[in-house]
């Protein structure tokens, strides 16, 4: 083992630019007058752990799967356990599913129904600045509101005008919806 600097492991690995960790490791593995031992090994492990379900399992959760790609790795589980009385977990499916690329097939398939995310944001329509600060009354917000008192039904329109920010209230009567049109 070459040390740069005598014996002084701490003041060689400066030297080099290594951490200690690294050349103690390399040092506990250097024999010498052998240089084959500071070459790369594979660090695979030696053995792996055999797949232990059976193919026929595999196969009938693959045409299962098939036949209908909505079913999910939990509907499979209660249908291999109910229908063919084949216990077997739902992570395990689930490895298989995506072991056969079956998951990947799904997403692109058309007939599979995915939840719709519905958005919630209601988009706002504002107005252009050429038409926010003009004069009094030209940019005005409505809104209305139903009220039920003591079995009549009443309409509110609010009236906000953005240049005064003033708020005039119009309470209506059980007015027809054509009479309301007339109104405003």
Same mark, same amino acid.
């Given at each position: 083992?070459?040390?740069?600097?005598?014996?002084?492991?701490? +003041?060689?690995?400066? !030297?080099?630019?290594?951490?200690?960790?690294?050349? =103690? !490791?390399?040092?506990?593995?250097?024999?010498?007058?052998?240089?084959?031992? /500071?070459?790369?090994?594979?660090?695979?492990? !030696?053995?792996?752990?055999?797949?232990?379900?059976?193919?026929?399992?595999?196969?009938?959760?693959?045409? +299962?799967?098939?036949?209908?790609?909505?079913?999910?790795? =939990?509907?499979?589980?209660?249908?291999?356990?109910?229908?063919?009385?084949?216990?077997?977990?739902?992570?395990?499916?689930?490895? *298989? +599913?995506?072991?056969?690329?079956?998951?990947?097939?799904?997403?692109?398939?058309?007939?599979?129904?995915?939840?719709?995310?519905?958005?919630?944001? *209601?988009?706002?329509?504002?107005?252009?600045?050429? +038409?926010?600060?003009?004069?009094?009354?030209?940019?005005?917000?409505?809104?209305?509101?139903?009220?039920?008192?003591?079995?009549?039904?009443?309409?509110? %329109?609010?009236?906000?005008?953005?240049?005064?920010?003033?708020?005039?209230?119009?309470?209506?009567?059980?007015?027809?919806?054509?009479? /309301?049109?007339?109104? %405003?």
């Amino acid at each position: 083992m070459v040390f740069a600097h005598g014996r002084n492991a701490q +003041l060689t690995c400066r !030297h080099f630019g290594i951490s200690p960790d690294t050349f =103690y !490791h390399w040092k506990k593995r250097f024999k010498p007058g052998c240089l084959v031992t /500071l070459e790369s090994y594979s660090s695979l492990p !030696h053995s792996f752990r055999q797949f232990r379900i059976p193919l026929e399992t595999v196969n009938l959760i693959i045409q +299962l799967r098939r036949e209908e790609m909505g079913l999910s790795k =939990y509907k499979l589980f209660l249908i291999l356990k109910r229908d063919y009385g084949v216990t077997l977990s739902p992570s395990s499916i689930g490895r *298989i +599913l995506i072991k056969k690329g079956l998951i990947k097939e799904a997403r692109i398939s058309k007939n599979v129904k995915r939840r719709r995310k519905i958005n919630y944001v *209601i988009p706002r329509i504002r107005a252009s600045k050429q +038409l926010r600060y003009q004069y009094p009354g030209f940019l005005v917000q409505v809104d209305t509101k139903h009220l039920i008192i003591l079995g009549r039904k009443y309409y509110q %329109f609010t009236a906000i005008d953005f240049i005064q920010n003033s708020v005039s209230l119009m309470p209506i009567l059980r007015l027809p919806l054509q009479l /309301l049109k007339i109104v %405003f």
